[in-house]
């Protein structure tokens, strides 16, 4: 039975996806791609352009596919099930879509307009700022610094996945757990204004330096001459 187009086009894009998640980006051609498709190199070029193009979309669905994910799972009340939330969610991309989340850790062509993985931490990271904005508040921190605090618990969640997608254990909740003991606990201790450790020691001499006093010598007494 022949295809339609919009059919053809999905067989491409999920036989593509299979090529880029085993080889990436540069050592994926047209030709593999169109053979394990069963089809002739023009008809990709017809429905994509080029490989650059249908790199493209396959990255975007992956990028669409997981930001609903997480989005869609962030709906508990407290902010530490939040946060928790998100961690499962992001793992259960990983899990459930290994072949998507290799081809998202790997950097997008340099001529592509499909961002980075670095700007999908980006993306990610905004539906968690407000989570951290609203907990700095209540503490009296700055609000204006979970951004900075987004990106590195997004960043530290995505990273661990990248190791646990090849290492394979343990259990998706057991992981999501440690990562939130890790953050919560950490933001639970969080300092509202951090000085480096070396910059801390060296102040603490100079202040130990300044109030140590020469001891002044005994004034010189005249002996009478007797």
Do not use: C
């Not at 962030?74 to 969610?89: F, G």
């Not at 989340?101 to 993985?117: C, H, K, N, W, Y």
């Not at 140590?212 to 007494?221: A, I, L, Y």
């Amino acid at each position: 039975m022949r295809m339609s187009g919009s059919e053809r086009r999905e067989q491409i894009i999920s036989f593509a996806r299979s090529v880029f998640a085993a080889k990436g980006y540069e050592a994926t051609s047209i030709e593999e791609i169109a053979a394990s498709a069963g089809i002739s190199k023009p008809v990709v070029y017809e429905h994509f352009g080029g490989k650059e193009g249908l790199y493209a979309v396959v990255v975007d669905r992956e990028v669409r596919g997981l930001l609903d994910r997480v989005a869609g799972a962030l709906d508990a009340d407290h902010p530490k099930a939040k946060l928790e939330q998100a961690a499962l969610a992001l793992l259960g991309y990983v899990e459930d879509e290994p072949d998507g989340f290799r081809i998202l850790v790997r950097d997008s062509p340099a001529m592509s307009a499909t961002g980075t993985f670095a700007s999908l931490i980006g993306d990610i990271a905004t539906q968690v700022e407000h989570i951290l904005a609203e907990e700095f508040k209540r503490r009296g921190f700055e609000t204006k610094l979970a951004p900075l605090y987004s990106h590195a618990l997004v960043g530290m969640v995505a990273l661990v996945g990248e190791w646990w997608l090849d290492e394979g254990k343990p259990k998706r909740a057991e992981v999501a757990s440690h990562l939130v003991n890790l953050a919560w606990n950490g933001l639970g201790s969080l300092d509202p204004n951090p000085v480096r450790t070396a910059r801390k020691e060296a102040k603490a001499a100079k202040s130990a330096a300044a109030e140590v006093r020469p001891q002044s010598r005994p004034s010189s007494t005249t002996i009478p001459v007797l």
